[in-house]
Nanobody
Framework: QLVESGGGSVQPGGSLRLACEVS????????VGWFRQAAGKEREWIAS????????FAADSVKGRFTISQDNAKNVMSLEMNDLKAEDTGMYYC??????????????????????WGQGTQVTVSS
C-alpha cells in the first residue's frame, strides 16, 4: 500500500514536500517512483529511488529543483520540491515495483512498469 501526503497550493517560487508511506512492500531490490499528471495530459515520470541503496534519478525538467529521498526506518519516500513553477501543477502519484538493479530503476520509467500506486495528492502552483 502506498499513501501520499503533503500536496497543496503554493505560489510560484515556493516549496512543498511530498511524502509517500510504503507498507506491505519489500525494501530490498525495489524502486519507488514519483509521477505527475496535469489536467488533460499523460502521466509522466519525474523521479525515482532504488532501495535499499538509495540511488536517485530525476527528469531533466525537475533536476536541481526536486529531490527524492528515503527514510528506511519509517519506510517513507519524500519528494522535496523547490522553486515551483506553474507547469508543476498536477496530481502527484508515488508508485513501486520490484527492480533487480538500480539501472532498471533509472531506465524503466514507463507508467506501465510500475505495479503498485498510491491515490495521488494534488499540487497547485498559482499566483
Amino acid at each position: 500500500q502506498l499513501v501520499e501526503s503533503g500536496g497543496g497550493s503554493v505560489q510560484p517560487g515556493g516549496s512543498l514536500r511530498l511524502a509517500c508511506e510504503v507498507s506491505g512492500f519489500p525494501i530490498d531490490r525495489s524502486c519507488v517512483g514519483w509521477f505527475r499528471q496535469a489536467a488533460g495530459k499523460e502521466r509522466e515520470w519525474i523521479a525515482s529511488i532504488y532501495r535499499p541503496g538509495g540511488n536517485t534519478f530525476a527528469a531533466d525538467s525537475v533536476k536541481g529543483r526536486f529531490t527524492i529521498s528515503q527514510d528506511n526506518a519509517k519506510n517513507v519516500m519524500s519528494l522535496e520540491m523547490n522553486d515551483l513553477k506553474a507547469e508543476d501543477t498536477g496530481m502527484y502519484y508515488c508508485a513501486a515495483k520490484r527492480s533487480q538493479t538500480s539501472l532498471y530503476c533509472n531506465t524503466g520509467r514507463m507508467v506501465g512498469s510500475y505495479a503498485y500506486w498510491g491515490q495521488g495528492t494534488q499540487v497547485t502552483v498559482s499566483s
